[in-house]
């Protein structure tokens, strides 16, 4: 088994707020993150697949189909977006770093393991100091 990476790259607008708590409450848990009028991250994610190179062609994936994969189904969906407004496959769910990573690893998976190879990590930083890492089930 063998694991490549692509890595990529967006900026997106969040805000981290439960309507159902008093303001006070959101900036004591979000802190920062829950300012009303939102702000935004410079985002980068780390897309590890593993599987075994193909006899043919030595790859575990073609890299132009994974960037062009993550490209459609993740990057041009959060790329300049609004997390909580803008974006298809996050209505409904909180901001968080780890929320995302785990939708972003739902927008990917299926086609991934459609090519024979298994998605293994989705690694999203929010800041240079705080990232996630996914690697799928519960
Ligand atoms: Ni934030």
Same mark, same amino acid.
């Given at each position: $088994?063998?694991? %490549?990476?692509?890595?990529?790259?967006?900026?997106?607008?969040?805000? *981290?707020?439960?309507?159902?708590?008093?303001?006070? &409450?959101?900036?004591?848990?979000?802190? @920062?993150?829950?300012? /009303?009028?939102?702000?935004?991250?410079?985002?980068?994610?780390?897309?590890?697949?593993? !599987?075994? /190179?193909?006899?043919? #062609? !030595?790859?575990?994936?073609? *890299? @132009?189909? +994974?960037? &062009? *994969?993550?490209?459609?189904?993740?990057?041009? @969906? +959060?790329?300049?977006?609004?997390?909580?407004?803008?974006?298809?496959? $996050?209505? !409904?769910? $909180?901001?968080? #770093?780890? %929320?995302?990573? %785990?939708?972003?690893?739902?927008? +990917?998976? #299926?086609?991934?393991?459609? =090519?024979?190879?298994? +998605?293994?990590?989705? =690694? *999203?930083?929010? #800041?240079?100091?705080?990232?996630?890492?996914?690697? !799928?089930? &519960?």
């Amino acid at each position: $088994m063998i694991y %490549i990476t692509r890595k990529e790259h967006f900026n997106a607008a969040h805000k *981290l707020h439960r309507p159902d708590w008093s303001e006070e &409450k959101n900036a004591e848990v979000f802190g @920062k993150c829950s300012n /009303p009028n939102w702000h935004g991250h410079n985002y980068e994610i780390f897309v590890t697949v593993k !599987g075994e /190179p193909a006899e043919e #062609t !030595g790859f575990v994936i073609d *890299l @132009k189909f +994974l960037s &062009k *994969l993550i490209k459609e189904r993740v990057i041009d @969906k +959060l790329d300049h977006k609004n997390i909580n407004i803008d974006v298809d496959f $996050m209505a !409904g769910k $909180m901001a968080s #770093t780890e %929320i995302l990573a %785990i939708a972003i690893w739902d927008q +990917l998976e #299926t086609e991934i393991n459609e =090519k024979g190879c298994y +998605l293994h990590c989705v =690694k *999203l930083y929010e #800041t240079e100091n705080n990232f996630v890492e996914y690697f !799928g089930g &519960k």
